[in-house]
């Protein structure tokens, strides 16, 4: 039975590929560039579909004879929504029988669009007809890597929220992990799960983490003048994060997973161990 695996050579979706192929699923990528397929096959895919979400040709064209699919949203699409439902439309076309949603924690979050433009994707595949499983996961683990080169040169964490704000997090490779049960297996079917590793993390405790894993003092700092460098969605979650925290409950993905999920420190310790491989602060190992 094959699976599509969206955004195969992703730093998301790209995490799917692996943990599928080792249950020994038949994947084929969709990517969007042909320079991403050697990727995706290294990482699993037997198969790889080239094209963009927005061309329906292709789309369908990697449909055809797929089982079930498995989508993460590219972040912060404008016409995510849209986007999401035409994909879902196109698999009813061609009688997918089983889609798995990476979607976002608390996508009732009407402050933040891209919280908001996951319900109706959900929707959409509530009315479908196909089997389905959303996930809901926490805000990743692995957005610390686009802050780790700072981290390294200047020992400082700047995010543009409070430092008090905390969040529920998650390893992405868990929450791949997940989907990659509910594509090939049944004990997830028709489930909404939440989630999240353990630990409620503000700043001041993640930047304490991380001295602790470098051996060096790391200090923290609210970055405001991102504030004007990126566009208005963002900036508006950014906002939304400076006065709410974002938290979750651990307890559904210990029960997907059936042992720990991974936990930050394990995380940081493989920054700190590649700091000098670009590849690994995009796609650590699994």
């Known amino acids: 039975m094959m699976i599509l695996a969206i955004g195969a050579a992703g730093r998301f979706g790209g995490c799917v590929v692996p943990a599928l192929a080792k249950r020994g699923a038949r994947i084929r990528g969709f990517v969007h560039k042909p320079g991403d397929a050697d990727h995706a096959r290294s990482r699993g895919a037997a198969e790889v579909a080239i094209g963009d979400l927005h061309d329906q040709e292709k789309l369908d064209a990697a449909l055809n004879g797929v089982h079930s699919v498995f989508y993460i949203a590219p972040a912060f699409m404008p016409d995510e929504a849209d986007l999401g439902m035409r994909l879902v439309d196109a698999a009813v076309r061609a009688h997918v029988r089983r889609f798995v949603f990476s979607a976002v924690i608390h996508p009732v979050l009407s402050a933040l669009s891209n919280h908001t433009a996951k319900a109706p994707v959900e929707d959409a595949i509530l009315n479908s007809g196909m089997e389905y499983t959303f996930l809901h996961p926490a805000r990743f683990y692995q957005n610390y890597a686009a802050f780790w080169p700072t981290v390294m040169k200047e020992r400082l964490l700047a995010e543009p929220w409070s430092a008090d704000t905390r969040f529920s997090l998650v390893d992405y490779r868990d929450v791949a992990e997940s989907a990659a049960i509910a594509l090939t297996d049944d004990r997830l079917l028709y489930g909404t799960f939440e989630l999240c590793a353990p630990g409620y993390w503000d700043r001041k405790r993640v930047v304490a983490l991380m001295s602790e894993v470098l051996g060096r003092e790391i200090k923290e700092r609210r ?9 208005q969605a963002e ?12 938290l979750g409950n651990p307890l559904t993905l210990r029960g997907i997973l059936d042992n720990e999920p991974r936990t930050l420190r394990a995380y940081l310790e493989e920054l700190a161990d590649h700091s000098d491989d670009r590849h690994i602060l995009a796609e650590p190992k699994n």
Do not use: K
């Not at 900036?235 to 974002?246: A, G, N, V």
């Open 223 to 231: 970055d405001v003048d991102v504030l004007s460098e990126v566009p």
């Open 235 to 246: 900036r508006r979650m950014f906002e939304h994060y400076d006065q709410h925290d974002l």
